[in-house]
């Protein structure tokens, strides 16, 4: 047999992805045993309860509605515009506008004039350019620079548009990739995938996850000295799992590092909707690049990466996202185009999710007013939930955690004493896999050990979503200290703690 586990390509064997490892499995299991499991392991707003905007749901609903004989009246505008795309007959019905506002309407019908078939159609292997000249001009007026939009590649989510992009750069083990660490799998995953070398950098959580650009100077000199030609560093902004929001100031000094080692950033900027503090908003990588000036502005090699899965979308189903090159050579973007068009076409409804998400509803619009209403309810009870998830962990005995400031998750470190140490040991469990194990069996919460993502030796913690609806987090985090407190009693002993 050619397909025996021996027989495997051995980097598919190497291949972790915590996110959905052991512990979602094993919740998967409690799930279908009855037991009530909060699934904090994955961001995934949707399903936790948040709410789809209406605007982009209402070209998308009308469809659904009608087959499933629906009352569509109330279904949001992103909704109604996919709707009528996808049921482009619906817009000669005369009752249209007694449904669905005019602007979704319009909407609907200047997408369907951007495809070459409807939604059932391939669209260019890049995208439908229409969509991507709006992601383009998102572009400019959140940077005041241009954008191309011949150098736009629409995506199925970031996630496919990483892994492109890694494919190119990566030729073997002897290819490295600077990652900060802790890490989204994602990228230790691909890399594993594709052949490459990790390469990482270690953030210090003692200053807020902050990076210190002398850490990647000793990162790229080891790796070098192993025989490791260091091509590409990672960069994720705000971080997931950490949460921590680059400065202007260290966009700056990572941009100037990779000038002179010769890197190309790929900048991860898929939570920059996502910020729960004044201090230090979202700046994106190629703003400080432009800033900067020549030599830097026309030589550093740059991708950025951003999703409709996550901000106060959260259309983690739909899998749409992009990727912007800057000084990319055009012989590499012709061949960046070429892997992509293996695929044919990247899902030309998320397109539109695409195209609502960088040009949403305007002032003086019919929708705006509920979108705007929308938007800001989801943002400002997602910097409520963040306040009350890190003061939770913070209550807890032997937890420590860092303000979330953007992104969806917290990242806390749990000291476990050495009698917990022990019996993971004795269970032949990770020491966090061990902690997130009983967590999950005695509470129904589901986390992602630290470990999936990366953390110094010796040191331990999880990551959680704050995606749990506003009014049942308080009681999660009840149910979290209890156990937490209890765990602590039970396994303590005089010989200290685990520790940064």
């Not at 560093?233 to 990779?258: D, H, K, W, Y």
Request: charged share 20%; proline share 6%.
């Amino acid at each position: 047999m050619a397909l025996e586990y021996e027989s495997l390509n051995e980097n598919v064997k190497k291949c972790q992805y915590a996110v959905r490892g052991e512990l979602y499995l094993r919740a998967s299991e409690l799930q279908k045993e009855g037991k009530k499991i909060i699934f904090t392991n994955v961001g995934n707003p949707h399903a936790l309860g948040q709410k789809p905007l209406t605007f982009p749901r209402q070209v998308y609903s009308i469809l659904q509605s009608i087959l499933e004989r629906l009352d569509i009246k109330n279904k949001n505008e992103l909704v109604q515009v996919v709707a009528l795309c996808q049921a482009p007959f619906l817009l000669e019905d005369p009752n249209v506008g007694m449904i669905f506002p005019a602007d979704a309407i319009a909407r609907a019908k200047h997408y369907l004039s951007l495809t070459s078939g409807g939604l059932g159609a391939y669209s260019d292997s890049r995208g439908i350019p229409g969509v991507r000249k709006e992601v383009a001009e998102f572009i400019q007026r959140r940077d005041g620079y241009p954008s191309d939009p011949e150098l736009i590649f629409l995506t199925d989510g970031a996630s496919k548009g990483v892994m492109q992009i890694l494919n190119c750069v990566i030729r073997g083990e002897g290819d490295g990739i600077l990652v900060p660490v802790p890490q989204y799998p994602l990228y230790s995953a691909t890399i594993s995938l594709l052949g490459g070398s990790l390469v990482p950098y270690y953030l210090d959580e003692s200053e807020n996850w902050g990076l210190d650009v002398n850490n990647l100077r000793q990162s790229v000199a080891q790796a070098r000295s192993q025989g490791i030609s260091v091509r590409a560093m990672v960069i994720i902004n705000p971080g997931n799992p950490t949460g921590q929001c680059l400065s202007e100031a260290n966009l700056r000094e990572i941009l100037r590092f990779c000038y002179n080692e010769k890197l190309v950033l790929l900048g991860d900027e898929v939570y920059q909707q996502n910020i729960y503090q004044d201090e230090r908003p979202f700046i994106s990588s190629k703003k400080v690049l432009m800033d900067m000036g020549s030599p830097f502005s026309k030589e550093v090699q740059l991708v950025s990466f951003h999703t409709v899965s996550k901000g106060y979308w959260g259309e983690c189903g739909q899998r749409g996202g992009y990727f912007e090159m800057t000084n990319i050579p055009p012989r590499v973007v012709e061949e960046i185009y070429k892997v992509a068009s293996i695929a044919l076409s990247p899902n030309v409804s998320a397109q539109i999710f695409m195209g609502l998400m960088v040009s949403p509803p305007k002032p003086g619009d019919i929708s705006y007013d509920q979108f705007a209403r929308e938007s800001k309810g989801i943002l400002e009870s997602l910097r409520r939930r963040a306040k009350i998830m890190t003061d939770g962990f913070n209550s807890c005995k032997n937890v420590v955690c860092n303000f979330t400031e953007g992104a969806m998750y917290s990242f806390p470190q749990i000291k476990l004493p050495p009698g917990a140490l022990q019996a993971a040991k004795q269970a032949g469990k990770v020491p966090d896999v061990f902690y997130c194990l009983k967590l999950l069996e005695a509470t129904g919460i589901s986390t992602v050990p630290g470990s999936g993502f990366g953390q110094k030796e010796g040191v331990f913690h999880l990551r959680t979503t704050i995606l749990p609806a506003e009014e049942e987090m308080p009681e999660i985090m009840d149910s979290f200290k209890k156990f937490n407190d209890e765990f602590m009693t039970q396994y303590e002993n005089n010989f200290g703690y685990s520790r940064m």
